[in-house]
């Protein structure tokens, strides 16, 4: 398990920290002293800031992390903003001298991947908005690195509306797919080549349940969704803390849904190694 992607790192400096967790591997410099991660109130993201972290504490590091957060769909999804604080509250309680700062900045609705779909080499507009913005967060805030937590598209699921630059296999990729260098700043995808199904095992087999049930994945909007809009039929009437139901129809309800189905299934394949 993750013997194509773990092996890329072999290219790495021998001094970089190579965590595994259950089979994959997490490289992390020692001599960061703060570094970003991208956390979206969404399971993957909350996951990898957990992981980080973990290693943090394990090795007795004194980086800090600082979490990014892309504020969006601010009119047809209004809770997301309250989610992502919720998310990042609870990592925050469970590492408070280790997470300092969330950073915040804004995806223009427009240029969300249902809306513009793929513009620039297979990349929607948030997608290009993501990347650009970490980039810029590394320089602007002295950050040493910024990881990003994009999985890869279950292998079952075909649906259009998917992204498609989330199917590249491992055997496809290199290391640029996971560790790359601009500026001297590092962006690190940990999970490029990790499926939902594996993410959700962690909650388990960590025993951070809290911390799952705390994210939320549905992109279900009010626009689209006559469930959401009967609780919320407009941006104007959300309250923090209302009670959203998810729409269960939206590829991220489909690939969560698959992930939790799949769970017995993939800790025993994990822990059979």
């Known amino acids: ?34 570094i970003g991660v991208n956390l979206s109130g969404g399971a993957d993201s909350a996951l990898l800031t957990f992981f980080l972290c973990s290693i943090i504490k394990k090795h007795n590091l ?14 047809t999804r209004p809770w ?10 609870k990592l925050k309680n469970m590492f408070p001298d280790i997470i300092c700062d969330r950073l915040t ?20 507009g948030d997608q290009i908005i993501v990347g650009s913005f970490n980039n810029f967060a590394a320089w602007n805030y002295n950050l040493d690195a910024v990881f990003n937590a994009t999985s890869k598209n279950p ?28 500026r001297k700043k590092i962006q690190a995808y940990p999970f490029k080549f990790v499926q939902k199904d594996w993410i959700v095992a962690q ?13 939320r994945s549905c992109e279900g909007d009010i626009t689209l969704n006559p469930k959401l809009k009967e609780v919320c039929g407009h941006y104007k009437d959300y309250k923090d803390g209302m009670d959203i139901p998810i729409c269960g129809e939206c590829w991220w309800c489909d690939e969560r849904d698959w992930a939790e189905r799949r769970m017995p299934e993939i800790v025993k394949e994990i822990q059979n190694g």
């Open 1 to 34: 398990m993750f013997e194509v992607s773990n092996s890329y790192y072999k290219e790495l400096d021998k001094n970089i920290i190579r965590e595994k967790f259950n089979h994959l591997i997490i490289c992390f410099d020692p001599t960061w002293k703060k």
């Open 62 to 75: 004194k980086t800090k992390v600082d979490v990014i957060t892309y504020q969006r769909c601010w009119e």
């Open 80 to 89: 997301q903003g309250y989610v992502s604080i919720q998310v990042y509250n």
């Open 105 to 124: 900045t804004f995806i223009p609705p427009e240029l969300e991947h249902g809306v513009s779909g793929e513009i620039i080499n297979g990349r929607s």
């Open 155 to 182: 292998s079952f699921n075909n649906r259009e509306d998917r992204m498609t630059n989330r199917d590249k296999d491992a055997v496809d990729g290199s290391l640029n797919d996971l560790w790359q260098t601009s």
């Open 203 to 215: 909650y388990h087999l960590y025993k951070i349940p809290d911390l799952y049930y705390t994210t």
